[in-house]
């Protein structure tokens, strides 16, 4: 357990697994927390460097009262900030809904940074204008419940569960700031994504399926698989299923050490 400081905004990370081995860091989506990956944690770790964290405004991080404090900037500044204080150069980047995208938007600043992406039950955004006016809607829709009714606004999903959160505001400001889309950046760049990438849907997850099967024909080097039996959280509706694609996934790597270029 460790806390990394951000101008004064604390952010919660958990780092396990040997030195030199894969790094691997894992965001959740909105709502969720660090909990949300413990079945990767466990079988993950005693191969792989894994990371975990909670998103500002989530879990054990702080949740700053200031709404400009929550922006796609600050959430990727704070993963580069998560890898250099565990001395990591590059790193596979991935996550789960909300996290998914802020892993696009950490490759489009931070692409040295990357050595491979893994994006679960996620997308790339909207090239429309309109369609992209309705999903920061949807999300000015989460805000507005929240405010109105709290925690016990959230979703009753594996993923999501009111207790590992402090402080419904950090929600609401994160819906405003983190998940609204401003352009079409990353779905014109999937193209020029050079490493590479694993797409994971689970098969009841009909809002995904779609953006899976178009990440799948622009990105250059991508797997996609669709997890049966699942739903949005797959990995923890099909938690053996899912930690072995993504075992298999990182297998390219070999087992060549990776050492740290970053000072702590």
């Not at 994504?193 to 622009?218: C, H, N, S, T, W």
Request: charged share 20%; net charge negative; aromatic share 8%.
């Amino acid at each position: 357990m460790a806390y990394i400081d951000r101008n004064g905004v604390k952010i919660y990370y958990d780092i396990q697994g040997p030195q030199g081995a894969l790094p691997i860091l894992l965001s959740h989506g909105h709502a969720a927390a660090t909990q949300m990956w413990a079945g990767q944690v466990e079988a993950l770790k005693q191969q792989f460097r894994i990371i975990t964290w909670d998103l500002r405004g989530h879990g054990r991080s702080d949740c700053p009262t200031d709404p400009a404090l929550y922006s796609v900037e600050h959430t990727v500044d704070d993963i580069a900030a998560i890898l250099d204080a565990c001395g990591i150069d590059k790193a596979v980047i991935g996550g789960h809904s909300l996290g998914g995208v802020m892993s696009f938007q950490f490759q489009l600043k931070y692409p040295d940074r990357v050595l491979a992406m893994t994006i679960l039950n996620s997308g790339p955004g909207f090239r429309s204008d309109s369609t992209r006016d309705k999903w920061n809607l949807s999300c000015e829709r989460t805000a507005s419940s929240l405010e109105r009714k709290g925690l016990s606004a959230l979703s009753k999903s594996d993923e999501v569960h009111a207790e590992w959160h402090s402080d419904v505001w950090g929600l609401i400001h994160s819906a405003r700031g983190i998940m609204t889309h401003q352009d079409a950046r990353m779905i014109d760049e999937l193209g020029n994504i050079d490493v590479p990438v694993l797409v994971l849907v689970g098969a009841q997850d009909k809002e995904f399926l779609g953006a899976g099967e178009y990440m799948a024909r622009k990105i250059p080097n991508v797997q996609k698989k669709i997890i049966e039996d699942a739903g949005h959280a797959a990995n923890l509706d099909q938690p053996e299923i899912f930690n072995q694609l993504l075992i298999n996934f990182l297998a390219q790597f070999g087992d060549r050490a990776f050492t740290a270029a970053k000072s702590v």
